[in-house]
C-alpha cells in the first residue's frame, strides 16, 4: 500500500514510518497539515493515517477538506482525544479507523490488513437489489438509473444493509463493520446516518431500508 503519514510528533512518525516500511509498505511523512493536504492532492495513496492535533491546520480540517473534494482515499486518525464526541467527529468525516494515542504498532498493522483485504473484496463485486446498483471499487451507486450523492460512510453503510438481502442487520453488527469501533449499540451515530440514506434512496424509489425495533436494520426484500 501508498500510504501517507501526517503527523508532528517525530518519534512517531520516524517509528511508523520504519515499522511499515519494513512491512512492505510504501510510506511518505510530513509534519503539519499544510504540507500533508497539499501531499495527499498531488500524490496517489492508498491510505491516509491522520493527527488530529496537528500544529496550524488540524487533521480535522484536513479531512473535511479532502472530501469536500471528493477525495474518498481511506483514512485513519490518531488522536489523544479518546471521549465518543471526538471519535464520531472524526468518523462523520469519513474516516476509517479512529486510533486514540497511545496506540499499539500491532494492531494499526492488523486494520491495513483489514483495509487491503476489503480493498480486494471491493474490486471483485457488484453489489445488486432490487433497482440499487452500488460499485464498490468506484465508490458509485444508482437506483433506477439515477445516481446517489453517497458519502464513503453512507457507502459503506448501505452495502452492509443491502449484502444482507433482506436479513436483519443488529446495530452492534453494523457499527462494527462500517466504524470499526466499539461504541455504545444505542448511540445516534447511526441513526442519523440512517436517515440521512433514507432521504437520498428516497428521491429515486420507495423505501429501501426497514427499521426491526430492538435488533436493527434490513433490505425490504421485492414484493412478489
Excluded at 471521549?83 to 467527529?89: C, K, L, R, Y
Aim: proline share 4%.
Amino acid at each position: 500500500m501508498r500510504i501517507l503519514i501526517i503527523e508532528d510528533e517525530t518519534p512517531i512518525l520516524a517509528t511508523l514510518r520504519t515499522d511499515l516500511t519494513e512491512a512492505g509498505h510504501t510510506v511518505s511523512g510530513c509534519g503539519t497539515g499544510e504540507e500533508g493536504l497539499v501531499t495527499a492532492r498531488n500524490g496517489s495513496f492508498d491510505l491516509i493515517i491522520l493527527d488530529i492535533g496537528l500544529p496550524g491546520m488540524s487533521g480535522l480540517e484536513v479531512a473535511a477538506a479532502l472530501r469536500e473534494e471528493g477525495d474518498t482515499t481511506p483514512l485513519i486518525f490518531l488522536s489523544a482525544r479518546d471521549s465518543e464526541e471526538d471519535i464520531v467527529q472524526g468518523l462523520d468525516l469519513g474516516a476509517d479507523g479512529y486510533m486514540t494515542k497511545p496506540f499499539s504498532v500491532a494492531e494499526l498493522r492488523a486494520r491495513l490488513r483489514a483495509l487491503e483485504r476489503r480493498r480486494e473484496m471491493d474490486l471483485q463485486h457488484l453489489l445488486v437489489f432490487r433497482d440499487l446498483e452500488m460499485n464498490p471499487g468506484t465508490r458509485e451507486a444508482t437506483r433506477a438509473g439515477a445516481r446517489l450523492n453517497l458519502t464513503e460512510v453512507e457507502f459503506r453503510l448501505l452495502a452492509q444493509i443491502v449484502t444482507g438481502r433482506g436479513q436483519v442487520r443488529s446495530r452492534e453488527e453494523l457499527l462494527e463493520a462500517v466504524w470499526r469501533i466499539d461504541f455504545d449499540p444505542q448511540t445516534g451515530l447511526l441513526d442519523v446516518h440512517i436517515s440521512n440514506l433514507r432521504k437520498k434512496l428516497a428521491k429515486a424509489g420507495p423505501p429501501l431500508i426497514e427499521t426491526v425495533r430492538g435488533v436493527g436494520y434490513r433490505a425490504i426484500p421485492p414484493r412478489g
